[in-house]
């Protein structure tokens, strides 16, 4: 293979292009930059000349066969074949005994299987583009001949790619836009490319230690109209994403696959969920990471080989290609949310307990819930209604009977300091007689609804029976939905919104009057989806909405639906929106917030619920949560606690449970569980204004809330796929309990200083498993060494939380030093960080002193006191403590854990405050 480097500078503007065309047609492309653009940065990539053979297969030579096993591509993935079939398509056939139902493939591509040929590449407004033809048509019905290439290099640390056709416009995935947070330089990019002529291929590798990230070369580009696939290879096997599924946090490359076509199915293995997130990240192994996503909402399947490669394949769309270069893991995550957009900001009330069942199917009932809790003292903020509230399952209506006090009982449930949040689903019933049901009516006369191919309303069937499906793709349907949420509002006025059904699930296969026999329905390739058809659970993917088909747009339902509801509740409320959306897509956390489903309550989906949950903040969306205690079958008092230990811990906590199962409200147990629930609860409630200075960080920095290890330690090899434990922020680790009987956890605690939040209990870590004991009552949770967590007295609501005294903890380092911070406002308003309307405090430790500094004040924070500060790690025993220069009588110390605790404080948080020791 001979090699010819080149320099290409992706500039912008004008260059000089200089083109050498060899005697053996290798292709090499330079660009000088003018002078006024000689200060961007250098983008080298080589020019790489591929073997070439004929496409007849009688001509194949055997070397091109000579693959490792596991390097295979499969040139069979729409259908077996035999070995006629396998080498008319020029691919190599050679069988291997037979393991089980997957494995290496028995019909594989070629060394250098024919495919497009790169021509020249020109520069563009925004990078630059090459033509890629074919010589010969490949096995695929309606190839695409001609593609067109367009490499931008949009920052010094992402890489853009496109493949489309030039001729004829194809559909492209709308409302995922990118999202520019200030100027990003161009300077020292991390990255060269590589293009492969022909067969075209492109590499891309780290310019800092030279290693190759990606290699499309491995295997061919193919291009039809309902088949696209790129192959490539993979720096590390650690990788994570592509969700959402019912994983691990790393993926299991073992000639597995995983399909994204969002649909209604309750959590378990090989099963395609919720939600699609064509985006994953890559440790490299040195503590450097990568991460890659493909811009395309059509259903996907991506097949994994423990070469380690993947090969994409989606049946519409384009091929639309971000590289994010890192190179930490966590710089990663904020490069891929400058492209979806950072997620919003949550209302503060959001962060406390919420409580939910399919199954309150009164006024009566409902209140009966809230009083019962606030009986045993376990705080509740939120109380929730399912679809018992609607009449006959009617969204936007409220039963006479049952809840014919439904506004009264929500204004009862405010003047408790409370909140409220009903479901509210897309399908809109169709089977009322004219003029009983005015939605749909209304809807009707608008066209606000979603189409089958013949033009004719399309008509499925959820709860309420026969329902239409509006098309939220329609600016008209965005404002008939904002119309009917805000005449809602105005007899109910709920606090959020829960939109659930919005993969669209559908109980009949397509409609009621079934789909086309059509190459949209069934494609010439179908990924392994369950039902094993496009329509299996949702609608026909021929029926027609504004922008375009079903079958683009699938996959963007939920994401549509949560951007309609977001933009209604601002209308109506004026503050921040509260949706709760269960389908996803990437960008729905500038909307929404997300729950994992329908989980069963065992012990297995406990343990999955934190790689859930940790997948998601990854995706974009940090406020997500699993269904406490689980949603499906009947839970047990230990399942219970142990979940509601957890649980507390999730970003969203809401405990929720269907009909036919047994209660599971925390009062519903013995006074030992109802204690170790309040207890765990009131921690959570006193760690608020800690995990709401994280939402700020993941909504104005993209910083994650929930963290997988490998985040925050991304060079300790032991943190790479532990998933069984995870952290908020960078400072405090939570070791939960997931099995059955079991009364100590096996913890690692990454190298460093580690304190018990519960007492301050000190462990220096090497980096090692340790046993913790953990009775019933005990979750185990450890705070870092130079960390400052802001806490707050804990009360049966947000509302009269915000109102108590404060609490430092701090764990100090070896050298004595420690750091941390509040942002603060009033937990409600719209754009309070945007318009400067918040107060932030610097919190740091030197020596034998802790400082509390106002940054900024808005007035937030007045009347709110410091009332008591914890320092772990104090090594020798104080005599005499000080708060602000007055000496403080009411300090004790524990020489065994040298905890120092000063209590009895009422010092102003809007003045600094200074806590010193001697």
């Not at 220096?764 to 005990?778: C, E, H, N, R, W």
Request: some cysteine; aromatic content about 12%; charged content about 20%.
């Amino acid at each position: 293979m001979a090699i010819i480097r080149c320099l290409n500078t992706f500039a912008v503007l004008t260059c000089v292009l200089l083109i050498i065309v060899y005697e053996d047609n290798t292709i090499c492309v330079a660009f000088s930059p003018s002078k006024e653009r000689q200060h961007s940065s250098n983008i080298s990539y080589r020019i790489i000349k591929a073997q070439k053979y004929s496409h007849n297969v009688s001509t194949v030579p055997r070397d091109q066969c000579g693959i490792a096993v596991e390097r295979r591509i499969d040139c069979a993935r729409d259908r077996s074949l035999s070995r006629a079939e396998c080498e008319s398509r020029g691919c190599c056939y050679l069988p291997l005994p037979q393991s089980g139902l997957r494995g290496p493939p028995w019909c594989f591509y070629t060394v250098f299987y024919p495919g497009y040929k790169m021509g020249p590449m020109l520069p563009t407004e925004r990078g630059h583009r090459a033509i890629l033809t074919r010589s010969a048509p490949s096995y695929l019905p309606r190839d695409i001949h001609t593609l067109q290439l367009d490499v931008m290099a949009e920052t010094q640390d992402r890489l853009h790619l496109t493949l489309k056709d030039p001729t004829s416009p194809r559909y492209e995935v709308p409302f995922v836009k990118s999202q520019s947070k200030g100027h990003k330089s161009m300077e020292n990019p991390l990255y060269d490319v590589d293009f492969q002529p022909e067969p075209f291929g492109f590499s891309v590798r780290r310019k800092s230690n030279g290693r190759v990230l990606l290699n499309t070369t491995i295997g061919p580009l193919l291009f039809a109209d309902q088949y696209l696939q790129l192959s490539t290879s993979l720096a590390s096997s650690t990788v994570s994403g592509l969700g959402e599924h019912y994983t691990p946090i790393t993926l299991d490359l073992d000639w597995s696959s995983v399909s994204l076509w969002n649909r209604d199915m309750a959590p378990h293995r090989s099963a395609n969920l919720y939600g699609s997130h064509p985006f994953f990240l890559v440790q490299e192994g040195d503590g450097q990471a990568h991460g890659v996503f493909l811009l395309n909402s059509n259903a996907m399947e991506v097949f994994m080989q423990p070469a380690p490669a993947l090969t994409w394949v989606t049946i519409g769309g384009i091929l639309d290609f971000f590289i994010f270069l890192g190179p930490s893991p966590q710089s990663v995550i904020q490069q891929y949310q400058e492209v979806i957009g950072y997620p919003m900001m949550p209302p503060y009330w959001s962060l406390g307990f919420h409580l939910c069942r399919w199954g309150y199917t009164s006024t009566n009932i409902t209140r009966t819930v809230v009083q019962l809790m606030r009986q045993a003292k376990i705080p509740l903020d939120v109380q929730w209604n399912d679809l018992d509230y609607a009449d006959q399952r009617r969204v936007f209506t409220f039963d006479p009977q049952r809840f014919g006090d439904l506004p009264q009982m929500v204004e009862d449930f405010h003047q408790l300091g409370m909140k409220y949040v009903l479901i509210l689903d897309p399908g809109i019933s169709s089977a009322s007689p004219p003029g009983s049901y005015k939605p749909f009516d209304d809807g009707l006369k608008k066209g606000v609804f979603i189409n089958n191919s013949t033009g004719q309303i399309l008509i499925g069937k959820v709860w309420p029976g026969p329902t239409a499906f509006p098309d939220f793709t329609n600016p008209t349907t965005q404002d008939w939905w904002m119309d009917w949420i805000k005449d809602f509002y105005n007899k109910v006025p709920v606090d959020g919104l829960w939109i659930d059904m919005n993969e669209p699930s559908n109980f009949v296969q397509g409609s009621v009057d079934g789909c086309p026999d059509s190459e949209l329905e069934k494609p010439p390739y179908t990924p392994g989806v369950i039902g094993g058809q496009l329509n299996s659970g949702t609608l026909c993917v021929s029926a027609q909405q504004y922008l375009s088909n079903h079958y683009n747009l699938h996959n963007l339902y939920g994401l549509t639906e949560a951007i309609a509801t977001h933009r209604a509740l601002l209308k109506v409320k004026k503050t921040r929106p509260f949706v709760l959306s269960r389908s996803s897509f990437p960008g729905l956390g500038r909307f929404s917030a997300h729950w994992t489903g329908d989980v069963r309550s065992d012990w297995e989906q406990l343990r999955f619920s934190i790689p859930a949950v940790l997948l998601f903040g990854l995706y974009g969306i940090p406020l997500v949560g699993a269904d406490v205690c689980g949603f499906g079958g009947d839970t047990n008092e230990e399942l219970c606690v142990r979940w509601t230990q957890l649980g507390a811990f999730y970003p969203f906590m809401r405990n929720h449970n269907d009909r036919p199962n047994a209660p599971q409200e925390p009062y519903v147990f013995s006074q030992r569980a109802q204690d170790a629930m309040r207890m765990v609860i009131n921690l959570r409630y006193s760690l608020l204004p800690f995990l709401y200075t994280l939402f700020h960080h993941a909504h104005t920095s993209a910083s994650t809330v929930a963290r997988p290890l490998f985040l925050q330690f991304p060079t300790d090899p032991d943190c790479r796929s532990i998933d069984r434990q995870f952290l908020w922020g960078s400072s405090l680790l939570i070791s939960p309990v997931l099995e059955q009987g079991a009364v100590e956890v096996m913890a690692y605690l990454p190298p460093g200083t580690w304190y018990s939040l519960h007492n301050g209990q000190t462990y220096y870590s090497k980096g090692q498993y340790i046993v913790f004991p953990a009775s019933l009552d005990t979750i185990i949770v450890h705070v870092r060494e130079r960390s400052i967590i802001p806490q707050q007295a804990p009360a049966l609501t947000t509302a009269i939380s915000r109102k108590n005294p404060f609490t430092l903890t701090v764990g100090l380092s070896v050298g004595n030093l420690a750091k941390g911070e509040l942002f603060w406002d009033d937990g409600e308003s719209l754009d309070t960080f945007e318009r400067g309307d918040y107060s932030y405090l610097l919190f740091f430790a030197e020596e034998s002193y802790v400082v509390s500094k106002p940054i900024k004040l808005n007035g937030s924070l007045d009347g709110l006191v410091l009332g008591e500060v914890r320092v772990f790690g104090v090594q020798t025993p104080p005599t005499a403590v000080w708060a602000n220069g007055q000496k403080v009588p009411d300090f004790s110390y524990r020489l065994d854990t040298k905890v120092l605790t000063v209590a009895g404080l009422e010092l102003p948080m809007t003045a600094k405050i200074t806590i010193q020791w001697s």
